[in-house]
């Protein structure tokens, strides 16, 4: 099963990852598998988490996400360099010592865990998040019973958790962020983890009738999202640093039109990639799997629009500057179409009802060869005349 596999080392971004050879994959699919199954590990979702953190400070409120009464301090941080900080021996005597997974299973992982050229747990395997958290299981226990927070989610190293508090002077405030601090430190130290101190806040939020939120609103950015109290009301928008990642990416998508050689088949790969990134879609992956992406589904519990007005405005004025026909500039406006930012975070494009003709026009727009209309095979070949 382990066999003689080789990693190859890619750098992406300041991170390294690994990519196993493809005669190997399915082999580390079923290690993945394996792991997940006698562990019980349950990977943390993201939108759970948002959906629960939201439901907790506007206690159900969905209609105007108002604050209660109460006074509260949140800490969000994240573990530092966690992958490669992994502690190679704990994890494999916590492996070990389970006794649960196959001697096939335990060799492949001993030769990628015990691997010189490897710091910690290598990123991008199939597995390496199950590994992450398989080290980290009694972790978040530590935070419960150390710190009793009231409500607390991690995302892989990226942690959030909020207590109640009346710390209405700013120097007590400082002293319990201190500490809260030190508390975490102390909790990582036992798996030889560091917190990452320049990533490290604490947000109060406070509720005094003689200074109500003078300077006590909630002001802080996690998993993607840019939370604000502003009057008693909480408001959520994508936070600048990952619209700007989309702004960079549909950026690309014009440079590579724009410097091509224009042909309809360009105009359509041009169009398509930016309903792609910008709209909900549905498609199916891999696994068979339905799957949800694009920004509008990945940041699906906004509330606050204000900052895509000026990201709208300058892919329209991006795409007037093309110089297109009247048709085409139509086509690709109308993605931008109806500039106020919460109908645009409503557009929706579901793969998986395509009809045929639909199928047909698509295929002849991107010079698709297959010319079956089985959906799941479409759609992985248009995407691979996309992206490839």
Same mark, same amino acid.
């Given at each position: 099963m382990s066999g003689n596999f080789k990693l190859n080392k890619v750098m992406s971004g300041k991170r390294f990852y690994y990519i196993v050879e493809s005669n190997f994959k399915s082999t580390f699919e079923e290690v993945t598998r394996e792991i997940q199954n006698k562990f019980k590990i349950r990977m943390p979702n993201r939108d759970l988490i948002v959906k629960s953190l939201i439901s907790f400070l506007v206690h159900g409120d969905y209609k105007d996400f108002k604050i209660p009464k109460i006074n509260l301090i949140l800490f969000r941080s994240d573990i530092k360099n966690f992958y490669p900080s992994i502690d190679k021996h704990i994890l494999y005597k916590k492996l070990n010592s389970s006794n649960i997974l196959s001697y096939e299973t335990m060799l492949l992982l001993k030769k #990628? #865990?015990? =691997? =010189?050229? #490897? *710091?910690?747990?290598?990123?991008? !395997? *199939?597995? *390496? =998040?199950? !590994?992450?958290? !398989?080290? !980290?299981?009694?972790? /978040?226990? /530590? $935070?419960? $019973?150390n710190i009793e927070p009231v409500v607390y989610f991690r995302y892989i190293d990226d942690l959030i958790y909020i207590k109640y508090c009346d710390f209405i002077d700013e120097n007590q405030r400082y002293e319990h962020f201190k500490e809260n601090e030190r508390e975490l430190m102390t909790l990582l130290s036992k798996y030889n983890l560091t917190l990452n101190q320049s990533k490290t806040i604490s947000s109060f939020y406070i509720y005094n009738d003689k200074m109500l939120n003078k300077n006590s609103n909630l002001d802080f950015i996690y998993l993607g999202y840019h939370f604000q109290t502003i009057d008693e009301s909480l408001k959520i928008k994508i936070s600048d640093k990952k619209l700007k990642k989309y702004s960079n990416r549909l950026n690309g998508y014009f440079y590579e039109f724009r410097k091509g050689k224009r042909r309809d088949i360009d105009f359509w790969r041009l169009y398509y990639k930016l309903l792609n990134g910008l709209f909900g879609i549905t498609i199916i992956d891999k696994k068979h799997r339905k799957m949800k992406s694009g920004m509008a589904y990945h940041y699906r519990y906004v509330n606050d629009y204000s900052n895509l007005d000026g990201f709208i405005n300058h892919f329209k004025k991006t795409i007037f500057s093309l110089k297109l026909n009247a048709k085409y500039t139509a086509i690709l406006l109308n993605i931008f179409s109806d500039g106020r930012g919460k109908n645009f975070m409503r557009k929706r494009y579901d793969y998986l009802k395509l009809t045929n003709n639909q199928m047909n026009t698509i295929r002849n727009r991107l010079h698709i060869q297959y010319r079956g209309f089985n959906k799941e095979k479409f759609i992985r070949d248009m995407f691979y005349s996309l992206y490839k």
């Amino acid at each position: 099963m382990s066999g003689n596999f080789k990693l190859n080392k890619v750098m992406s971004g300041k991170r390294f990852y690994y990519i196993v050879e493809s005669n190997f994959k399915s082999t580390f699919e079923e290690v993945t598998r394996e792991i997940q199954n006698k562990f019980k590990i349950r990977m943390p979702n993201r939108d759970l988490i948002v959906k629960s953190l939201i439901s907790f400070l506007v206690h159900g409120d969905y209609k105007d996400f108002k604050i209660p009464k109460i006074n509260l301090i949140l800490f969000r941080s994240d573990i530092k360099n966690f992958y490669p900080s992994i502690d190679k021996h704990i994890l494999y005597k916590k492996l070990n010592s389970s006794n649960i997974l196959s001697y096939e299973t335990m060799l492949l992982l001993k030769k #990628i #865990i015990f =691997n =010189n050229r #490897i *710091s910690g747990v290598p990123l991008g !395997l *199939s597995f *390496s =998040n199950h !590994l992450a958290e !398989l080290f !980290l299981e009694n972790f /978040d226990n /530590d $935070v419960h $019973v150390n710190i009793e927070p009231v409500v607390y989610f991690r995302y892989i190293d990226d942690l959030i958790y909020i207590k109640y508090c009346d710390f209405i002077d700013e120097n007590q405030r400082y002293e319990h962020f201190k500490e809260n601090e030190r508390e975490l430190m102390t909790l990582l130290s036992k798996y030889n983890l560091t917190l990452n101190q320049s990533k490290t806040i604490s947000s109060f939020y406070i509720y005094n009738d003689k200074m109500l939120n003078k300077n006590s609103n909630l002001d802080f950015i996690y998993l993607g999202y840019h939370f604000q109290t502003i009057d008693e009301s909480l408001k959520i928008k994508i936070s600048d640093k990952k619209l700007k990642k989309y702004s960079n990416r549909l950026n690309g998508y014009f440079y590579e039109f724009r410097k091509g050689k224009r042909r309809d088949i360009d105009f359509w790969r041009l169009y398509y990639k930016l309903l792609n990134g910008l709209f909900g879609i549905t498609i199916i992956d891999k696994k068979h799997r339905k799957m949800k992406s694009g920004m509008a589904y990945h940041y699906r519990y906004v509330n606050d629009y204000s900052n895509l007005d000026g990201f709208i405005n300058h892919f329209k004025k991006t795409i007037f500057s093309l110089k297109l026909n009247a048709k085409y500039t139509a086509i690709l406006l109308n993605i931008f179409s109806d500039g106020r930012g919460k109908n645009f975070m409503r557009k929706r494009y579901d793969y998986l009802k395509l009809t045929n003709n639909q199928m047909n026009t698509i295929r002849n727009r991107l010079h698709i060869q297959y010319r079956g209309f089985n959906k799941e095979k479409f759609i992985r070949d248009m995407f691979y005349s996309l992206y490839k």
